[in-house]
């Protein structure tokens, strides 16, 4: 049976294949003495623990992500709702169905998958309170699942463990935590290191789906080697094998994770029931009236061209007329925006499929005028420094930027920055930056009023947006494409909080 709906699946139309599998032994309802509410009825205002912020924090800027069909896909009700779910019911099963079903899955798996209340608390996490995002992740795994597995397979690991980014991540490709880890596996800047993921100041390999699923696989199969215990191993991918290692220690030396639970960090605490109950609502996501949202471009509507020259993303945009944002989102290992390539070493372009085309036929004329343009910008350079006679020191001061200072002596922020060697656009009080000035002649004149000019064409909106419930400093920054650091400095934030209806300013 399990082949044949994978064969059904296979044959389906694009219109129609995101599809869940369901289990015949629980496809009568009546026999589960099963309770249904409407969203309508349903509290979808209940506050998470804070076990379950960081969960629900990944979920939440999964909404974000914008490459999603805006409707759900038409379901085949004799195949794939067996249940006759209407749209709006949210089913909920008891205690005894939920360790039935678990156990069922336990059996097909070497990770001791278990039922708690701990568990049923994450459950009704993913199949109630989020419900939208779920039908997005269910969509997404469509996307990143045949991939994993392969990984996984390689590596001799549970095919299982897959659900585990989900959990980290939401399958959100260009997800990033307040901790500092980064895409679908959630890696830090050293843990990731250590695994082989390159971090230089133009890319972050963490980024890069195929070389994170690889660098997770034998992150996983190395703390299998220390622990041989799947939980222990979740704790310790979660919170770092130190932190598993003191909670052992306390608990009287016992390798258990349920034994060591009290001693494990909050957010770890629940990781492991996270983890159990997304692997229970992916297999039995029908039984709780939950379908793949499609997730449209991101599923088969991109291609991967090679780049072999130093190419940036304005460039490319200018070039083939691909979005920024479709560059970005789809690039997210390019922090910087460029892409430095080289004949010895291509670098990897993902893009919607028929810029990749056009980015192919065009390849030659993009590579030449990335060369004039580095030319151009070397003469103008040294233009500058010809119409520059003597430089004074300026000490920023609260509330300055670079853009306010550059206005004050009539100079292009990109000038400030070269005079400096700024990486970025950030400055801090008390931050002394040197700045050049033309001796009065004629032609510095004209360096001035051309400057000026740039200024003013430069000159950036401002709009106004309204925090609602659940947004996060990281989704609203993604919504804008904006950093968070350019949010906080738009509205003199210190801290990453923001509370609900707060007026936000974001500039373009």
């Known amino acids: 049976m399990k082949y044949l709906r994978l064969i059904v699946l296979m ?44 969960m629900m924090e990944m979920l939440d800027m999964i909404s974000n992500i914008t490459y999603f069909r805006d409707v759900y896909l038409d379901i085949d009700s004799s195949l794939w709702n067996p249940y006759g779910w209407a749209s709006y019911d949210v089913p909920t099963y008891p205690d005894s169905i939920y360790e039935q079903r678990i156990r069922a899955l336990a059996r097909e798996t070497t990770i001791p998958l278990t039922f708690n209340s701990k568990v049923k608390s994450y459950i009704d996490l993913y199949a109630c309170r989020r419900r939208e995002q779920c039908s997005r992740m269910l969509g997404l795994s469509y996307v990143y699942f045949p991939m994993f597995e392969e990984y996984l397979s390689k590596y001799n690991l549970p095919l299982e463990l897959k659900y585990l980014a989900m959990v980290e991540s939401a399958l959100n490709p260009v997800a990033g935590s307040r901790a500092g880890a980064k895409g679908l596996w959630q890696f830090m800047y050293e843990t990731g290191k250590n695994y082989g993921l390159r971090q230089t100041t133009l890319y972050d390999d963490r980024y890069d789906p195929v070389k994170e699923t690889e660098a997770a696989c034998q992150f996983l199969q190395s703390l299998y080697a220390r622990y041989g215990d799947w939980f222990l191993v979740l704790a310790a991918y979660n919170s ?92 997210p290992q390019y922090t910087k925006k460029i892409i430095p390539g080289t004949p010895e070493k291509q670098h990897t372009l993902r893009l919607p499929m028929k810029y990749a085309l056009r980015f192919v036929q065009l390849e030659d004329s993009i590579y030449n005028l990335a060369k004039q343009a580095d030319l151009r910008h070397k003469v103008i350079e040294q233009q500058i420094k010809k119409e520059t006679s003597g430089s004074i020191t300026h000490t920023v001061k609260r509330g300055e930027s670079l853009g306010s200072i550059a206005k004050k002596y009539h100079v292009l922020v990109s000038s400030i920055k070269k005079w400096n060697k700024l990486k970025g656009d950030v400055v801090h009080p008390g931050q002394r930056l040197v700045i050049y000035r033309s001796g009065g002649s004629s032609s510095s004149s004209s360096v001035s009023k051309s400057s000026s000019s740039s200024q003013s064409k430069s000159t950036t909106t401002t709009r106004t947006h309204t925090v609602k419930k659940g947004e996060t400093l990281s989704s609203i920054a993604n919504k804008y494409g904006c950093t968070v650091a350019q949010l906080k400095q738009w509205n003199n934030l210190k801290g990453n909080t923001v509370v609900v209806n707060q007026k936000l300013k974001i500039k373009k």
């Open 11 to 54: 044959l389906l139309p694009m219109s129609g294949l995101f599809a869940q599998n369901y289990d015949p032994e629980f496809s009568n309802p009546d026999s589960l003495n099963y309770v249904a509410d409407t969203l309508d009825n349903y509290d979808t205002d209940v506050v998470g623990s804070e076990e379950q912020s960081a």
């Open 240 to 331: 770092g094998p130190g932190t598993v290692n003191k909670a052992i220690v306390r608990a009287g030396g016992v390798r258990n994770y349920w034994a060591i639970w009290p001693y494990l960090p909050r957010e770890t605490r629940g990781y492991v029931p996270a983890f159990i109950a997304v692997t229970y609502v992916m297999n039995f996501a029908s039984a709780h009236n939950l379908y793949p949202l499609n997730p449209g471009l991101l599923m088969h509507g991109t291609d991967t061209v090679k780049v072999r020259e130093y190419i940036s993303y304005n460039l490319v945009s200018q070039c083939i007329g691909v979005p920024m944002r479709d560059l970005e989102f789809f690039n």
